[in-house]
Nanobody, 125 residues
Framework: VQLQASGGGLVQAGDSLKLSCAAS????????LGWFRQAPGKDREFVAF?????????YYADSVKGRFTISRDNAKNTVLLQMNNLKPEDTAVYYC??????????????????WGQGTKVTVSS
């Protein structure tokens, strides 16, 4: 599967932004999906996870819990990340990731086989 992330941009603190990641290829609903981010000078870190099929299971990093929401639309082969009440510390390049193994350890970057190219989010104070 190939992933294409989009939706990044420059916003002010407190604003909202929705990231989208479109997938090509077959069997999208069978993939677990995640969002990660990498701030300048820092390691890439986990942001959010959604289980395959109906996406009944979601997990979030503590830093974004209550502000970010991950969802998936299997009909459109898309995973979304709704980001509300953005903070300057959310500034990063955001990457979507996918893996066909339902046992994927959701918060570990190395568990995901497929990655999008990243979309940059800049939050000004």
């Amino acid at each position: 599967v190939q992933l294409q992330a989009s939706g990044g941009g420059l916003v002010q603190a407190g604003d909202s932004l929705k990231l989208s990641c479109a997938a090509s290829g077959r069997g999208f609903s069978n993939y677990v999906l995640g969002w990660f981010r990498q701030a300048p000078g820092k390691d890439r870190e986990f942001v959010a996870f959604i289980s395959r099929s109906g996406g009944d299971i979601t997990y979030y990093a503590d830093s974004v819990k209550g502000r970010f929401t991950i969802s998936r639309d299997n009909a459109k082969n898309t995973v979304l990340l709704q980001m509300n009440n953005l903070k300057p510390e959310d500034t990063a390049v955001y990457y979507c990731a996918a893996d066909p193994d339902p046992r994927t350890v959701w918060y570990l970057m190395g568990e995901y086989d497929y990655w999008g190219q990243g979309t940059k989010v800049t939050v000004s104070s």
